[in-house]
Nanobody, 124 residues
Framework: QVQLVESGGGLVQAGGSLRLSCTTS????????MGWLRQAPGLEREFVAC????????RYADSVKGRFTISRDNAKNTVYLEMNSLKPEDTAVYYC?????????????????WGQGTQVTVPS
């Protein structure tokens, strides 16, 4: 059973930064495509960013390009999301997820394993 645990969420003022971390156990972390997805109140869960197993490939939602950076450390079984220039519309529960393929990694349904989520709040 693959387990994912997110950390690093919190309340930050607009324009500020946060770094989310997600550590996995119970699976072969280095083989997974890792993604960050988010869900705001009343909205569907949406893709934010993903990174391929070898770190050479990344994807970002248009809404976060240039502000967010995804990275991974396979030796630590951890994936990160560095979030800068945060906006109120970034407020959401952020989920870490793992997929067995990079194909369609922008699709929420691609992901096989999910964390519990961590809240990010950017007051307006």
């Amino acid at each position: 059973q693959v387990q994912l645990v997110e950390s690093g969420g919190g309340l930050v003022q607009a324009g500020g930064s946060l770094r989310l971390s997600c550590t996995t156990s119970g699976g072969t972390f280095s083989s997974y495509t890792m993604g960050w997805l988010r869900q705001a109140p009343g909205l569907e869960r949406e893709f934010v960013a993903c990174i391929g197993s070898n770190s050479l490939s990344t994807r970002y939602a248009d809404s976060v390009k240039g502000r967010f950076t995804i990275s991974r450390d396979n030796a630590k079984n951890t994936v990160y999301l560095e979030m800068n220039s945060l906006k109120p519309e970034d407020t959401a529960v952020y989920y870490c997820a793992a997929a067995n393929t990079y194909w369609r990694s922008w699709d929420v349904k691609t992901y096989d394993f999910w964390g519990q989520g961590t809240q990010v709040t950017v007051p307006s």
